[in-house]
């Protein structure tokens, strides 16, 4: 397994402003995966993360939106910029471990963020 | 297009029930099927999974069967615990693509 540790674990913000979600993984990991948790919702993928590329965004998300950093295999950054109260959401980046197509991700413990 | 179906909650039960919450799935190819689950507060937490059709996934007493003559992937215990109360999503990842397609959660809720 991994352990990650996404700051900060909560935050309130006012409307235009930003937030910067840091994910860390004790271990160098190829994948790492960005969703968004809106309340009593289902996940849904942001983009995904590789180190030493630029990060895929899936429809509906753009990079000026949700800016993205991968400095190296075991960390990276979601920027959600501008805010608004519809960004109130639970953010969570998760890491795929192994070398094969079909492995596990594990998750964070997420980031609460509420936009006043 | 690939997708995950789960029955709506919340389900309530006593405790020492026995539990079911449906999962059925749409994917080309032969996805991998994961249950997670998710504890008031807390972020998601693996499950189980099955990699290939008829494979069961089984940890802390719960299990899945992956079916793939019913795209389904129904999630089972025994006797359930307040302990266990919690959402559970059914998700999969389908050929080609990395990253988790969840179902939409089911919140279970044990009652003593």
């Known amino acids: 397994s991994a352990v990650i540790s996404q700051k900060p674990s909560r935050d309130i913000c006012q409307r235009g402003t930003s937030l910067t979600i840091q994910c860390q993984v004790d271990?160098?990991?190829?994948?790492m995966f960005w969703y968004r948790q809106q309340p009593g919702q289902s996940l849904t993928l942001i983009a995904t993360?590789?180190?030493?590329?630029?990060?895929?965004?899936e429809s509906g998300f753009v990079i000026d939106k949700f800016p993205i950093s991968r400095p190296n295999l075991t960390f990276s950054t979601l920027t959600v910029s501008n805010m608004s109260p519809e960004d109130s959401s639970i953010y969570l980046c998760?890491?795929?471990?192994?070398?094969?197509?079909?492995?596990?991700?594990?998750f964070g413990a997420g980031t609460r963020l509420s936009v006043l | 297009g690939n997708s995950v179906t789960q029955m709506e909650g919340p389900v309530t039960l006593s405790e020492e029930a026995f539990l079911t919450i449906n999962c059925t799935y749409t994917?080309?190819?032969?996805?991998?099927l994961f249950w997670y689950v998710q504890y008031p507060g807390e972020g998601l937490q693996l499950l189980l999974k099955?990699?290939?059709?008829?494979d069961k996934g089984s940890n802390k007493g719960f299990e899945a069967t992956y079916r793939k003559e019913t795209t389904s992937f129904h999630l089972e215990k025994g006797s359930v615990q307040v302990s266990d109360s919690a959402v559970y999503f059914c998700?999969?990842?389908?050929?080609?693509?990395?990253?988790?397609?969840f179902g939409s959660g089911t919140r279970l809720q044990v009652q003593p």
């Open positions: 998700a999969l990842i389908y050929t080609g693509r990395r990253a988790l397609t």
């Open positions: 994917a080309t190819g032969y996805p991998s």
């Open positions: 993360a590789n180190q030493g590329s630029e990060a895929t965004y």
């Open positions: 998760s890491v795929e471990l192994g070398h094969t197509a079909k492995n596990i991700q594990y």
């Open positions: 099955a990699t290939k059709a008829d």
């Open positions: 271990s160098q990991v190829t994948m």
